[in-house]
């Protein structure tokens, strides 16, 4: 069993940062990539960073030069460094790993809004 436990979420004005985490747990053999998705009321979930367990990362267009994402492989955990928020990075942010299946975290809610 893997559990996924997200932070970091909340209100911030546009313009503003957040930096959101998430931290797995249960029995993780080995992580193949760490990834952050986000899903927009009446929207597809889309993603929106990945890292592989090789170091290699990908963003979607609309957040590169301002999402930033890392992990720290010790603690299991993934960083997502968001800077310049803009109204339409409004989302639930959902934390997913992948190692030997895919887990989903339960969401952490992003607002951006004056």
């Known amino acids: 069993q893997v559990q996924l436990v997200e932070s970091g979420g909340g209100l911030v004005q546009p313009g503003g940062s957040l930096r959101l985490s998430c931290a797995a747990s249960?029995?993780?053999?080995?992580?193949?990539?760490m990834a952050w998705y986000r899903q927009a009321p009446g929207k597809q979930r889309e993603l929106v960073a990945s890292?592989?367990?090789?170091?290699?990362?990908d963003y979607v267009d609309s957040v590169k030069g301002r999402f930033t994402v890392t992990t720290d492989n010790a603690k299991n955990t993934v960083y997502l460094q968001m800077n310049n928020l803009k109204p339409e990075d409004t989302a639930v942010y959902y934390c997913?790993?992948?190692?030997?299946?895919?887990?989903w975290g339960p969401g952490t809610q992003v607002t951006v809004s004056s």
């Open positions: 249960g029995s993780i053999f080995s992580i193949n990539a």
């Open positions: 997913h790993l992948l190692s030997g299946g895919r887990y």
């Open positions: 890292m592989t367990s090789g170091g290699s990362t």
